[in-house]
Nanobody
Framework: QVQLVESGGGLVQAGGSLRLSCAAS????????MGWYRQAPGNQRELVAT???????NYADNVKDRFTISRDNAKNTVYLQMNSLKSDDTAIYYC???????????????WGRGTQVTVSS
């Protein structure tokens, strides 16, 4: 089994910054794409950013130039640096990873439980 545990959420004023972390643990063989998604009240879960094991990144248009995704493969951890936060960024942020378990061939999607980010205007 694999667990993804997010941390770093909280309350911040508009224009401020937060850094989210997500650590994967368990019987991990390898991790492919890792990413961050978010869900605001009444909205569907949406992509924020993804990063491959080689470091290629992809961002939603509404966070480009403000958010930066990165990862530490040795620590099985992905980060999301969020700058110039806006009230529209208020949501629960979820970590996602494609993980191949030890002794398995195929990777599976895993989700964390989420961390709340609230931006006050």
């Amino acid at each position: 089994q694999v667990q993804l545990v997010e941390s770093g959420g909280g309350l911040v004023q508009a224009g401020g910054s937060l850094r989210l972390s997500c650590a994967a643990s368990g019987s991990i063989g390898s991790i492919g794409v890792m990413g961050w998604y978010r869900q605001a009240p009444g909205n569907q879960r949406e992509l924020v950013a993804t990063i491959t094991s080689g470091g290629s990144t992809n961002y939603a248009d509404n966070v480009k130039d403000r958010f930066t995704i990165s990862r530490d493969n040795a620590k099985n951890t992905v980060y999301l640096q969020m700058n110039s936060l806006k009230s529209d960024d208020t949501a629960i942020y979820y970590c996602n990873a494609d993980v191949r378990l030890q002794f398995r061939v195929r990777a599976e999607h895993y989700w964390g439980r989420g961390t709340q980010v609230t931006v006050s205007s």
